[in-house]
């Protein structure tokens, strides 16, 4: 199991776990996403090709530490039909076609958006790796005062497989 916090420079929090195989059902999904705000959570599950529900609430922490809040049903959303605009399966199809075409313009999202995506579950192994916490810049995208981390950002490539600096 890995859990990772996520502070931002605004002092908000995102916590992040990644759990194994033997895990255990919660809300309903055991293999899925949930995602907890200040005015709700969602939860994504996979068991339901890909179905998705929002639950609108508004969280008050007791001084006990617990919280508790009056739950509301919020939309509900579908994405696992393979045939759907926004399945996973279209979603993967399209990039692989976009990857057989070469023409990035045909993605169904910006490619900034998986980057920005994907980095939070690469910095949280970097810092899982080296047993410890960091702090990223992300304008310049290198840690903070830290280049033993900073040599996790990037992979040493052989020849004829070497990555331009500027892509």
Request: hydrophobic residues 30%; glycine residues 10%; contains cysteine.
């Amino acid at each position: 199991m890995q859990h990772i916090e996520f502070e931002y420079r605004d002092g908000r929090i995102l916590q992040f776990e990644v759990r194994g195989l033997g895990t255990n059902d919660e809300a309903g999904v055991r293999i899925g996403n949930l995602i907890y705000g200040s005015n709700g959570w969602m939860k994504l599950h996979n068991e339901d090709e890909g179905i998705g529900e929002a639950f609108l609430s508004q969280v008050q922490i007791r001084p006990s530490g617990f919280s508790s809040y009056n739950e509301e049903p919020g939309p509900k959303f579908s994405g696992g039909d393979g045939d759907a605009p926004n399945s996973v399966v279209s979603h993967f199809k399209n990039f692989l076609d976009c990857m057989e075409s070469r023409r990035w313009q045909d993605l169904n999202g910006d490619i900034l958006e998986g980057h920005l995506s994907s980095s939070l579950c690469h910095l949280g192994n970097i810092a899982c790796r080296l047993k410890r916490s960091l702090q990223f810049n992300p304008e310049n995208e290198v840690f903070v005062g830290d280049d033993e981390a900073d040599l996790y950002l990037t992979k040493a490539y052989r020849t004829p497989y070497l990555l331009p600096e500027t892509v």
